[in-house]
């Protein structure tokens, strides 16, 4: 807000006075402390750009196809994950029945787990409805999928990337589009075979996430996020792998389904959900010191200049392990063990998922 430059500068110079004239500080602890402050607001906005101040109104492009309307939810099941999401929030469950009275909701729980609750509900529904996190739901469009099913995606997780992406900011959006018969199509691809919706990795965020997924139970996830992190700075090393004929030393890869922004390595939204591309992001380990140099480029605002960042949009990908071992995989947030050579491409045709109207 540069309007308010003068008024508070006037304000910082009336505080730094008065400190002198009340004798509890000397005046070259004033002079520092303003040279100080002076240098790191100049230097932050000259690294870090200011952000506009009006609201965003992007919201993604889709691709709309007309889908059945259930008025009262007869004919859709939904699986619920009642541990997904925040501690405190409601139980999706409960607003599901209340609004869809004819639907079926399956609850996971002691005695059903996610899986068998997906194929009780994929036996003889329409539609599958799945509330959840990101993988909860990319489970949940892998039996939609085999059935050539639609989707309901009802928000309920943490982040909720993709149903953020689709327009569905709660589950009375959710349930509007389902009574209304609004659908968009939105690509799917695989990596080894299995789908994802949002993004696909292997490499140090591998590690990562499976260092954290044994800290979470016992000091919760956002800790474990933290000590699993320094963890994995500290230990972790590339892998060798020959990517579409060129061999590469990998720290960390991003995939994502279709073109993300904003570029850099902090991917958050796209513009389209059909583009038939893969958004693929490298942390180049053969550079000396690569971990050091992609944190400073990051905290530097230089990103799009380092060496040790590649960024490209390609519609396939051909990957094969060098070094031997076991190969890490991960999907939305879910790790696996996959192949020592692997593709990453487009599944066809797209998953049909109900979105708010237009």
């Known amino acids: 807000m540069p309007a308010l430059g003068l008024p508070l500068g006037a304000a910082a110079a009336g505080v730094a006075a008065s400190r002198v004239y009340a004798g509890v ?9 303003s040279v100080v402050g002076a240098v790191v ?10 952000t506009s101040h009006e609201p965003a109104q992007l919201r993604p492009s889709l691709a709309r196809v007309d889908s ?21 929030a409601r139980n999706p ?5 209340e609004a869809l009275p004819a639907a079926r909701v399956i609850e996971t729980g002691e005695g059903l787990d996610l899986g068998k609750a997906l194929e009780m509900a994929a036996a003889d529904a329409r539609t599958i409805g799945i509330a959840g996190g990101d993988g909860s739901v990319n489970a949940a469009a892998e039996k939609a999928l085999d059935r050539n099913l639609p989707l309901v995606v009802v928000p309920s997780g943490t982040l909720n990337h993709l149903a953020r992406d689709l327009g569905l900011t709660s589950a009375r959006d959710s349930i509007e589009a389902v009574q209304h ?7 799917v691809s695989t990596i080894d075979g299995k789908p994802f919706l949002n993004t696909a990795s292997f490499g140090s965020y591998v590690e990562l996430v499976d260092a954290r997924e044994k800290l979470e139970t016992r000091i919760g996830k956002w800790p474990a996020v933290v000590v699993a992190l320094v963890k994995v700075l500290r230990t972790s090393r590339p ?15 991003f995939i994502g389904n279709c073109r993300y922004h904003p570029q850099g390595f902090a991917p958050s939204w796209r513009e389209r959900l059909d583009d038939g591309l893969l958004d693929v992001r490298i942390v180049d380990g053969r550079r000396p010191l690569a971990c050091i140099r992609l944190i400073l480029a990051l905290l ?11 960024a490209s949009v390609v519609r396939r990908l051909d990957v094969r392990f060098v070094e031997p071992g076991p190969v890490r995989l991960a999907r939305d947030g879910e790790t696996f063990e996959g192949s020592r050579h692997f593709k990453v491409e487009k599944r066809r045709p797209p998953l049909n998922i109900y979105v708010p109207r237009a």
């Open 93 to 97: 469950a409960d607003v599901l029945r």
């Open 25 to 33: 500080h000397y005046p070259g602890d004033v002079l520092a402390g």
């Open 300 to 310: 530097t605002g230089t990103l799009a200049r380092s060496r040790v960042y590649r």
């Open 181 to 187: 018969g609004q659908a968009a199509a939105v690509d």
């Open 41 to 50: 607001g100049l230097a932050t906005t000259r690294f870090w750009p200011l």
């Open 68 to 88: 059945e309307p259930f008025p009262d939810g007869d004919g859709v099941t939904f699986v619920v994950n009642p541990e997904a999401g925040p501690a405190f």
């Open 239 to 253: 892998v060798t792998v020959e990517i579409n004929g060129e061999l590469l030393r990998v720290w960390m890869i």
